[in-house]
């Protein structure tokens, strides 16, 4: 029977995260890709492999049977490659554009291991907003994107993945500022408010969120540094909006507790839906994959 391997590899994700939408972010293709995949798998073998409802997936027998040979199959594959690729000098240049925020808070980390695995692969990374870095990656001068969402200008066809949540935080210097109570944004706005630039996707952001409540934002302050607006909250000139992966360890500044907490925003990963990658950004976005033994199937 001559069945297309990249068909039990969809299989194995969706059997894992019992998920068509969770597959298809993990494989970096669309939710109708997989749901296609699957289907022409199910003809080729003769069976139905998944039950489909509207909130969740779930293994058939003949499901549960394939899995118990795919995974193994899968993991052996995965090893394989691992063996293979720690004996083949990973060398080119890994081109990535992101914020000075993601840099610092996010990226860091796997920039410091990808280094550390494959020291010849020259890293460069491109320094603009969020907003900015899909220009980036629309003239290919980047391999990938690392922004936030929902952002404007991000094109839906372009392939996403998330790889983080994130709350926006207003803090504050409780020397300089009485904000020891909760409150309502329309009572923030009495405060003088520091925050990025208009070309942000945390400005356009935040005046959409105050707009839908019926009041106008008009910020002191607008910088392209989170680090900067910090700074200048910490010496009392006003309160300042920055994601809350940055808030820890920020000595002399206090959260400033809302009545209503903002909605979630999300750190995505984005290719260009035409241009391929790079061998050393392929090998970096694996970074950002799970592991196949953690992947759970019944």
Known sequence: ???????????YYVAG???????A?????????VSQSIKALEKKLGQTLFVRSTKKVILTPAGETLLQHVKPA?????????????????MGQLRIGASDTICRYFLIG???????????????????????????LENGQVDF????????????HMPKKVVGEF????????EAFSIGKAMELRELLEYPILMLSPRSTTSEYLHQIFAVQGLRLLPEVELNSNDLLLDLARIGLGIACVPDYMCPGQNGLVPVQLKNQLPKRQLVIVKHDSLPLSQAAERFLEYFEPKPENHQGK
């Open 145 to 156: 994107i690392v922004c936030n969402a929902p952002n404007s200008r991000l094109n839906p």
């Open 17 to 23: 995260t019992l998920s068509f939408s969770e597959a």
């Open 167 to 174: 709350e926006d935080v207003f803090m504050g210097n409780p």
């Open 110 to 136: 796997y920039l410091n291991q990808f280094h550390r695995d494959y020291p010849d692969v020259r890293i460069k990374i491109t320094n603009s907003t969020s907003i900015g870095c899909v220009d980036l």
């Open 25 to 33: 972010r993990e494989l970096f293709i669309s939710q109708s890709a």
């Open 74 to 90: 899968m993991q052996m594959l995965s090893e394989g490659e691992r063996l293979l690729s720690s004996h083949t000098e990973l």
């Open 1 to 11: 029977m001559d069945i297309n391997l990249e068909l039990y590899r969809v299989f």
